[in-house]
Nanobody, 127 residues
Framework: QVLLVESGGGVVQTGDSLRLSCAAS????????MGWFRQSPGKEREFVAA????????YYADSVKGRFTISRDNAKNTVYLQMSSLKPEDTAVYYC????????????????????WGQGTQVTVSS
């Protein structure tokens, strides 16, 4: 069993930066592909970013490309989401998720493909 705990959320202003962390326990994340998703009230959970286990290739939603960066530190069993140039539309609860092995793009952007989820951390961007 993989336990994921997100942290780093908060209230910031437009243009600010935040770094979210997702710490894992129970198993090493080195064999898992990791994703970040977000959900705001009344909307479905949407893909934000992913990093594939096998080659560390990264993928981003068009809405965050160039502003967000996903990375991982296998030694710390932690995945990060560095967010910059934040906008009010980035306001949401952010979740990290894990799925074993390397996966193709179509899988990594699909929430239901992930097997383990954190509890989420709130990010609020004020205008």
């Amino acid at each position: 069993q993989v336990l994921l705990v997100e942290s780093g959320g908060g209230v910031v202003q437009t243009g600010d930066s935040l770094r979210l962390s997702c710490a894992a326990s129970g198993r090493t994340l080195s064999n898992y592909s990791m994703g970040w998703f977000r959900q705001s009230p009344g909307k479905e959970r949407e893909f934000v970013a992913a990093i594939r286990w096998s080659d560390s290739r990264t993928y981003y939603a068009d809405s965050v490309k160039g502003r967000f960066t996903i990375s991982r530190d296998n030694a710390k069993n932690t995945v990060y989401l560095q967010m910059s140039s934040l906008k009010p539309e980035d306001t949401a609860v952010y979740y990290c998720a894990a799925v074993p092995g390397g996966r193709i793009y179509a899988v990594l952007v699909t929430a239901r493909a992930y097997e383990h989820w954190g509890q989420g951390t709130q990010v609020t961007v004020s205008s």
